[in-house]
């Protein structure tokens, strides 16, 4: 392969031809962002499996589709782990049924429930001559998203494991709940209640 060919390795994850849909069906173009402190650490790209381009690289991860850190999310438990295609498909089925079920673009429903995720405050623990004090912090951005992803994946681990509800039908029901502010859903009542430790520690 000539030097003038080869992908430049700096390149965002999503470095694909503008009009591209993501799984070939869904439109990435018009997504609407609600947060902006966010809207930088939540990247759209119609690439779902970039291979590990930016594993390598300090907070490279935001350049990587939101989709696919989402789907990375979904394989860190012990029987999932490394099993992408397997996670890429139940994302795909997951997609079809929120669009059956909403009418809307599946990624602007998981935007949207990644915002609503997003813990806007937490506690960390000072010390003060050996006495241990919560405090109230806000949270950087980047580690909302990086929150954010963690309870949707907990809470579609946690309503299939070991129950009959299939894995595309738990993203789909949490990811819906989530952009809907279902205070029912895992993620949703993971953030109020850091937020309301937070608030009793402020």
């Known amino acids: 392969m000539a030097a003038e060919d080869q992908p430049d390795p700096d390149a965002p994850a999503g470095g694909a031809d503008v009009g591209a849909k993501l799984f070939g069906t869904w439109e990435i173009d018009e997504i609407a962002y609600e947060d ?3 809207e930088r650490y939540i990247t759209v790209t119609p690439v779902a499996h970039t291979a590990g381009r930016h594993a390598s690289k300090q907070f490279k991860k935001s350049q990587i589709s939101i989709v696919e850190r989402f789907i990375n999310r979904l394989m860190q438990s012990e029987e999932n782990t490394g099993k992408k295609q397997q996670t890429l498909n139940f994302v795909r089925e997951a997609f079809e049924l929120i669009h059956d ?3 809307e673009n599946p990624v602007q429903v998981l935007v949207t429930a990644v915002e609503n995720s997003a813990p806007r405050e937490e506690t960390v623990r000072l010390k003060y001559g050996g006495i241990s004090v919560p405090k109230a912090v806000d ?3 980047q580690r ?3 929150q954010s992803l963690k309870f949707l ?4 681990h946690n309503a299939s ?3 009959s509800t299939s894995v ?5 029901s949490q990811l819906t709940g989530a952009a809907n502010y279902d205070v029912q859903t895992y993620a949703i009542s993971q953030k109020e209640e850091k937020e309301r430790v937070a608030a009793a520690a402020r």
Do not use: C, N
Request: net charge negative; aromatic share 4%; no cysteine.
């Open 161 to 163: 494991f070991k129950s």
């Open 168 to 172: 595309p039908e738990a993203i789909a």
């Open 36 to 38: 902006p402190s966010t």
């Open 153 to 156: 994946a907990e809470g579609v």
């Open 144 to 146: 909302r998203v990086d």
């Open 101 to 103: 079920r909403t009418e």
């Open 139 to 141: 949270v950087a951005p």
